[in-house]
């Protein structure tokens, strides 16, 4: 029998990271609408590295010193800068061993607030397969930290935790914290009765009202890429 | 068409409350294993008022005065207390026309967080259907407050409040927010798929390693009782 000591938790919102903070643990940011998508396609379209800032002030700050810088606020790219929150805006070559800046509405803040962990990574449902392949080959315990919609639970992150939880329990290797059980009930709830449940989801709704239905769809498509970005010092690398 | 203008939400862990205060909405209290099933189980028993503290420091001071005192932390009922958080400790004529102080590690925090709130109730599966159908007479929005274990979640209060979000989108006066819509997928999961979810929950194993299979099955037992204690200053009553 496989002694089973790792543990897969999920953190459905980055004011909870205290709550669920443990050493030696591999961390996954998700946000799957938009940045860690966004994040994913950067990578695969040649970024060199990318920063990731909380505020505003700090992406102004980086645009003024020449930097590359895509800045979001409630799904609205900022006046000003190269990028959004678009994966989109990321498919160009103009990013090509560039360093890029970015801040957005969750997905920079939950990176801040998991700062200090052993080891933060990017998870989407555009690199998912490369990213639970990995997971499974570090015999370390995974925290899925959900970015949320500020600092409350939202669908696509959740089910996201699930689906990696679901992939990551099939090892045997892994034992689960409730929210990580919850959230693969709901994963499995959404297979199961084939729910569109991204049109239930608020912030699909949004950014649907906003024309942005192309966005939706890429974030929700599997294995655009097998890059897992992760944190270096202040820097987002492959 | 009815408008739907009421929202139905949840609020997994007291410390995400701030994020999910509304002016004018009730809250439930959810401490599905023990803390307001026991408090549904002291007002069927006679119980006069109840008056809910978070601190130790403050039910000690309450004994001092000569009050009758429930303590409990960590699912081990506190010396020197009159009782702990399991419900049967409350099936007693000693509580009769009495007031209790009650004192534990998670719910008497999520009352204390949301105390601010238009109006507090005490939501349970014991007393689930009388909540429900007093919710849908109240045309005010609902905010679910799990009590979880800690800051994280648990699951057994996730699965109560998508209960409660299931009986609620019945009458289609609501609408929802994400995380009841998690809720309320990861409860039709547990539904459908008839998983003994709470054998999977970590506090019913924590209580179950402790010998306490007796609380946790009446703390999933539907309706024994119909009060539903309410916030009235700082005492719960029916």
Known sequence: MIEKK?????????????????GDTIVVVIDVLRATSAICTAFEYGVKDMIPVATVEEAVAYKQKGFLV????????????????????????KIKAQTVVISTTNGTQAIEAARNAYKIVIGAFTNI??????????????????SGWKNRLNLEDSVFAGAVTDRLMN??????GDAAL???????QTQQSQIKFFHNSSHSRRLAAMGLKKDIKYCFSLDKTKHIPFLKGDRLVV
């Open 6 to 22: 790792l543990i897969v938790d999920v953190c459905l919102s980055p004011q909870l990271y205290p709550a669920y903070e443990r």
């Open 70 to 93: 895509g800045a979001e606020r409630n799904g609205i790219a900022l006046d000003g800068f190269d990028f959004g929150n678009s994966p989109y805006s990321y498919m160009t070559d």
């Open 129 to 146: 397969s490369a990213l639970c392949n990995w997971l499974l080959l570090q015999n370390k315990s995974v925290l899925l930290l959900c």
């Open 171 to 176: 090892s045997e290797k892994f034992t689960t």
């Open 182 to 188: 919850a959230s693969l009930f709901l994963y499995q």
